[in-house]
């Protein structure tokens, strides 16, 4: 199946700096989405992102499917930001359901 | 809109007890569904899927059963629990392409 890694597995941010958060993955695909686990357990949807650029707030994402990687930008970051970011993705051949990433841990402290 | 409710929160099982733990979605028809695990350590491991009632497919052999008598609830169950059925289990669903979680089950058998 399909192979998801993100980098840095572990990041500890100032508040107010920035980051950026890779996803890069094995084979092409035709969805790709961004989570955040807050330290409650809560899974939010950030991004439904298969190729292209969107933005919300602070948080914008690019994906390049041609070369098989995806970035999230967090801008600004606060203490509310801290959590779990996953990315995951459906492979165009194989699998229908998502495959995720083990994801990259992300601490702001202020 | 749309909402995922879960239940309960947070369980204690002692080993060789049955399990059941229930989600329904509201405001929506037909979702896809789908009961996660999240094991210390971050992965999320897809355990079951379903695209409509009575339709479930299984993604990894295990202790575990899903079934789906409604069209919007979604259940997973154990007749006998194991030490290593412990963890976080998520629901979540699905209309077109992004995927929604509830707020999830922490699950500890002892």
């Known amino acids: 199946g399909i192979q998801v890694e993100q980098s840095p597995p572990d990041l500890i941010l100032q508040e107010g700096a920035n980051s950026t958060l890779r996803c890069n993955f094995s084979?092409?695909?035709?969805?790709l989405q961004w989570f955040h686990q807050n330290p409650w357990g809560q899974l939010i949807n950030l991004f439904y992102?298969?190729?292209g650029t969107k933005q919300n707030g602070r948080l914008s994402a690019t994906t390049v499917a041609t070369e098989r990687y995806s970035l999230l930008y967090i801008s600004s970051s606060q203490t509310t930001d801290s959590g779990v970011y996953f990315c995951?993705?459906?492979?165009?051949?194989?699998?229908?359901?998502?495959?995720f990433g083990k994801g990259t841990m992300l601490l702001v402290s202020p | 809109s749309q909402t995922i409710h879960q239940w309960p929160a947070t369980l204690v099982q002692p080993v060789g007890s049955p399990l059941s733990l229930e989600c329904t979605v509201e405001?929506?028809?037909?979702?896809?569904l789908y009961w996660y695990r999240q094991a210390a350590g971050r992965g999320l491991q897809l355990l079951f899927y379903?695209?409509?009632?009575?339709?479930i497919s299984s993604e990894v052999p295990q202790n575990l059963s899903a079934s789906r008598p409604q069209d919007r609830q979604f259940i997973l169950s154990s007749k006998k629990l194991l030490l290593s059925d412990s963890g976080f289990y998520l629901c979540a669903w699905s209309v077109g392409e992004k995927l929604f979680f509830g707020s999830g089950t922490q699950l500890s058998v002892l």
């Open positions: 405001g929506t028809s037909n979702p896809n």
């Open positions: 992102i298969p190729s």
């Open positions: 084979d092409s695909v035709n969805n």
């Open positions: 379903s695209v409509g009632i009575g339709q």
């Open positions: 995951a993705v459906v492979g165009n051949s194989g699998y229908s359901t998502l495959t």
